[in-house]
């Protein structure tokens, strides 16, 4: 079993940054596509950004692109989502996933992480 985990989350004011962390434990995580998902209250999962093994591909959903940056680390096993210009419309749980597809769709990751909440309010 894949074992991922995000840190990073928390409450933020709107205009405000956050960088969550997506650590892997169990394998090494230069062997798969990272994705980045984010899923508000009542709403269905998003996936916001996608990074390929080796940082070549990668791809942001239109409502974050030019706010958010997708990085990696191999050497250290972990994933990063800069989070700037935080609006309260980014307010949701954050999931990050590996999978061996990639992509900004969900069904392309096959192992996820238990999520961290963002909230962004004045």
């Known amino acids: 079993q894949l074992q991922l985990v995000e840190s990073g989350g928390g409450s933020v004011q709107p205009g405000g940054s956050l960088r969550l962390s997506c650590a892997a434990s169990?394998?090494?995580?230069?062997?798969?596509?990272i994705g980045w998902f984010r899923q508000a209250p009542g709403k269905e999962r998003e996936g916001i950004s996608a990074?390929?093994?080796?940082?070549?591909?990668?791809s942001y959903a239109d409502s974050v692109k030019g706010r958010f940056t997708i990085s990696r680390n191999n050497a250290k096993n972990t994933a990063y989502l800069q989070m700037n210009s935080l609006n309260p419309q980014d307010t949701g749980v954050y999931y990050c996933a590996a999978g061996q597809i990639g992509g900004l769709e969900s069904s392309s990751y096959k192992s996820w992480g238990q999520g961290t909440q963002v909230t962004v309010s004045s």
């Open positions: 990074i390929s093994r080796s940082s070549v591909l990668i």
């Open positions: 169990t394998f090494s995580l230069a062997d798969y596509h």
